[in-house]
């Protein structure tokens, strides 16, 4: 048997390749495709970094400006992630359910441990998406090309959102000469897994 026809074993791998992914800015899953869709039925897709994936709680963790259209697209909503690592040669597809919190103490703490220049695109003036006059990063003036002080960034805070992916179900898939393979997980079926055609 390979090591990639033991179901527990590939529901570890899955994980630990999110839990690298969160932690290391060189893994490929570290920018994996959140998707959405929003009111007209109309899906988007957009490339975020994974900051958290938690494997017990089955949770992945992203920051988002509150005001992006992600935010009413996914709160309470089902959200699909999407990642490859090609040197694994796996791709991880998972469906979950979003929740966006914005204004409590664990918030507060994420906003604290993130970095002055991380902290500054908060700042912007407009709402991710609002139409422009020209090529502008949409920062104010005083602060482009600055790092801003604690003082200076503060306001910025209630533009800060933490997404929250309860992680429902993943799709693992493996593309190798020897024979693909793939198998799904959800957690109606206690993560127990299934075989499915690659
Ligand atoms: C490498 C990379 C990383 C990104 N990381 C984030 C992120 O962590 N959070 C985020 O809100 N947008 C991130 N973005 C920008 C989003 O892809 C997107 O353009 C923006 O959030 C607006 O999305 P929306 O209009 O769907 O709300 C990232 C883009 C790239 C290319």
Not at 27 to 56: E, N, Q
Not at 60 to 75: E, F, G, I, W
Not at 89 to 109: F, H, K, S, W, Y
Request: aromatic share 6%; hydrophobic share 40%.
């Amino acid at each position: 048997m390979r090591p990639e026809d033991s179901l527990p074993e590939i529901l570890a791998h899955a994980w630990s390749l999110l839990v690298r992914g969160g932690a290391d800015r060189k893994s490929p899953v570290h920018t994996p495709v959140i998707a959405s869709v929003d009111a007209d039925g109309l899906p988007h897709a957009r490339v975020m970094v994974l900051r958290k994936a938690d494997p017990a709680a089955a949770t992945l963790r992203l920051h988002t400006d509150a005001r992006s259209p992600k935010v009413t697209q996914l709160s309470g909503k089902p959200v699909a992630v999407l990642a490859y690592h090609p040197v694994e040669q796996v791709q991880l597809r998972i469906a979950g359910t979003a929740r966006v919190l914005n204004d409590d103490e664990v918030v507060n703490g994420f906003w604290d441990q993130s970095t002055p220049f991380a902290r500054r695109c908060y700042l912007a003036e407009h709402p991710p998406g609002t139409p422009l006059p020209g090529p502008t990063s949409g920062l104010p003036a005083w602060i482009e090309g600055q790092q801003p002080t604690l003082e200076q960034i503060a306001p910025a805070r209630a533009n800060f959102a933490t997404l929250w992916i309860e992680v429902t179900a993943i799709d693992w898939l493996h593309l190798a000469n020897s024979g693909h393979r793939r198998a799904v997980f959800r957690s109606t079926n206690d993560w127990a897994g299934e075989w499915v055609a690659p």
